[in-house]
């Protein structure tokens, strides 16, 4: 079964493109032709620069897919990602029509390839939001803790939680993609002793050795975040977050994005995170980082954009 490279690492450098799509029947066509070159533009780029790694992923929001196939099914779980509100925080839903995330070694790779998208597009769609990731320090995201542990190691393990199987056979291959920009608030962040961050993000800064269960809290990142199925396994997304900053602006953020075989586990994290979980609890990390964005893509697999009509 073949996927878009929704397993991939997160890579040094990577461009998040969100677009709207100002629909009518030409504009359709032009994006259906988009479509069906998408692999063989990417073919293209490694092609050209075969030791940069580049890759993109291509998604669809719920309002795009219901506009451009209203005569087909749509993917079980795709729907607009409707608010968590919950009683301090909030994950806002912002919209979304077309979603591109392009990982490279080199920042160049990824400029070009997200200029050659916006070329291709640039008479059909709306730009929506634009983020330029980068690697930091060890992987570590911009408050400093290590990111991405707790993702599937092996990447027969990362397709079972990031790849639809035959539950959905119709779009097996595929993936929900969820997107979120997080602004931090650093002054604040930085004001707190390492053993309070710790216990906040619920692993040791300096090595990222797990907390015990006993220095925990019971609102620290990797608890709220931690779920089972009614068998007590435990559940799992593929997260390939990067940092990105305007120091410049005192803008510093990380631009969370999660693949799963079923957003149904995202969402329960994120309803773990801002409403609280079943005992209360809500993400401590929430007091000094903020979403303004919150989009909900599918991400189909290739030969259904090769097929597309």
């Known amino acids: 079964m073949k996927y878009?490279?929704?397993t991939k690492s997160p890579c040094e450098n990577a461009y998040f493109l969100v677009f709207n799509l100002t629909y009518s029947p030409e504009n359709r066509?032009?994006?259906?032709?988009?479509?069906?070159?998408?692999?063989?533009?990417?073919?293209?780029?490694?092609?050209?620069?075969?030791?940069l790694e580049t890759s993109c992923v291509m998604g669809f929001g719920a309002n795009a897919w219901a506009t451009?196939?209203?005569n087909q099914p749509k993917p079980k779980?795709?729907?607009?990602?409707?608010?968590?509100?919950?009683?301090?925080?909030?994950?806002?839903?912002?919209?979304?029509?077309?979603?591109?995330?392009?990982?490279?070694?080199?920042?160049?790779?990824?400029?070009e390839l997200a200029s050659i998208i916006s070329q291709k597009l640039k008479n059909i769609v709306t730009p929506v939001d634009?983020?330029?990731?980068?690697?930091?320090?060890?992987?570590?995201?911009?408050?400093?803790?290590?990111?991405?542990t707790e993702n599937p190691e092996y990447e027969d393990e990362r397709a079972s939680y990031a790849v639809i199987g035959n539950e959905d056979p119709e779009f097996a291959g595929g993936s929900?993609?969820?997107?979120?920009k997080y602004i931090h608030d650093m002054e604040a962040w930085e004001k707190q002793p390492l053993i309070e961050q710790e216990k906040v993000i619920g692993r040791h800064k300096f090595n990222d050795v797990e907390?015990?269960?006993?220095?925990k809290e019971p609102g620290s990142h990797n608890v709220v975040t931690n779920i089972q199925d009614e068998n007590g396994e435990d559940l799992k997304i593929v997260r390939a977050n990067m940092p990105f900053s305007n120091p410049s602006k005192n803008e510093y953020g990380t631009y969370f994005i999660g693949y799963a075989r079923y957003f149904s586990t995202t969402n329960r994290m994120l309803e773990n995170m801002f409403a609280g979980t079943p005992e209360g609890h809500t993400d401590k990390?929430?007091?000094?980082?903020?979403?303004?964005?919150?989009?909900?893509?599918?991400?189909?697999?290739?030969?259904?954009?090769?097929?597309?009509?």
Not at 104 to 109: T, Y
Not at 130 to 148: A, K, L, N, Q, T
Not at 211 to 215: A, G, H, I, S
């Open 130 to 148: 634009e983020v330029h990731g980068f690697r930091y320090f060890d992987g570590r995201s911009i408050i400093g803790f290590v990111d991405g």
């Open 77 to 111: 779980e795709l729907n607009t990602f409707k608010e968590i509100k919950g009683d301090t925080y909030t994950a806002v839903s912002t919209p979304g029509d077309l979603f591109f995330h392009i990982r490279a070694l080199k920042v160049s790779a990824c400029y």
């Open 4 to 6: 878009q490279d929704v």
């Open 176 to 180: 929900y993609a969820f997107v979120q």
């Open 211 to 215: 907390l015990t269960d006993e220095e």
């Open 68 to 70: 451009l196939f209203p």
């Open 285 to 309: 990390l929430l007091k000094f980082s903020t979403p303004v964005t919150g989009t909900l893509f599918f991400v189909p697999s290739p030969e259904f954009l090769d097929d597309l009509a």
């Open 29 to 51: 066509d032009t994006l259906i032709d988009f479509c069906n070159n998408f692999s063989g533009l990417i073919r293209s780029m490694r092609t050209r620069f075969p030791e």
